[in-house]
């Protein structure tokens, strides 16, 4: 596997509340992407970045923002969590951007009271 | 942007039986199209992989077939085992992006 390493791995936080969680790659992969992991509905793509201090929307965007300071850095929060972003999330990387490996997280469960 | 609908959302096979999972997609600009397994509480991973000027793709006993006319791609397992039970992803690239499919459960049977 791919050095890339997620935290928290687990945690639960109510409605309201600021949430980061936090990517960390070992790889020096230039691309990095935030996906929820939700029951039939797949991964979808929340943000991604292209480099440091570059980053874009994906399909689920609102409500997250995202940070990369760092090539191996690359932070979600969430400014005020509610239950509809109760979900699996999983950090992603590759070298290629696009047509290429996804190297995937071990994922982050969060739960929304 | 790319829509990516697989079918079926579960699948049971007796162990030693082939497995077929579609999936069609909505850009025809869409080249590459990746297959990930996710075993439980796992990440998933890349199985394997087809760009578009490719009909088919083999690796030991799974493969992938494209019809860029009809925008659909299948994967196809054969002689299924036990370590094949995962929840099997599609994908598409679009826009240098992937938009995955809903997920297919797999089930192999003893």
């Known amino acids: 596997d791919a050095g890339i390493t997620q935290s928290p791995r687990h945690k639960v936080t109510e409605t309201g509340t600021p949430v980061t969680l936090r990517c960390h790659q070992t790889e020096n992969h230039r691309y990095m992407y935030w996906y929820r992991q939700d029951p039939g509905h797949g991964l979808r793509l929340i943000h991604y970045?292209?480099?440091?201090?570059?980053?874009d929307k994906g399909e689920v965007s609102d409500g997250y923002s995202v940070s990369r300071s760092k090539t191996e850095d690359f932070l979600l929060t969430l400014e005020s969590a509610t239950s509809s972003q109760t979900s699996v999330y999983f950090c992603?990387?590759?070298?290629?951007?696009?047509?290429?490996?996804?190297?995937f997280g071990e994922g982050s469960r969060l739960t929304v009271l | 942007g790319e829509n990516v609908e697989q079918h079926p959302s579960t699948l049971s096979v007796q162990e030693g039986d082939s497995a077929v999972i579609k999936c069609t997609y909505s850009?025809?600009?869409?080249?590459?199209f990746p297959w990930y397994k996710q075993e439980l509480g796992k990440r998933p991973q890349l199985i394997i992989d087809i760009r578009s000027n490719v009909g088919e793709k083999k690796d030991q006993r799974i493969a992938v077939t494209l019809n860029k006319t009809a925008k659909h791609f299948s994967l196809h397992i054969t002689e299924t085992q036990p370590e094949d039970s995962a929840v099997y992803f599609c994908?598409?690239?679009?826009?240098?992006?992937?938009?995955f499919g809903a997920g297919t459960t797999v089930t192999v049977r003893a």
């Open positions: 850009d025809s600009a869409s080249n590459y």
């Open positions: 970045s292209y480099g440091v201090k570059d980053t």
């Open positions: 994908a598409a690239e679009n826009d240098y992006k992937l938009s």
């Open positions: 992603a990387t590759s070298s290629i951007q696009g047509a290429g490996e996804l190297f």
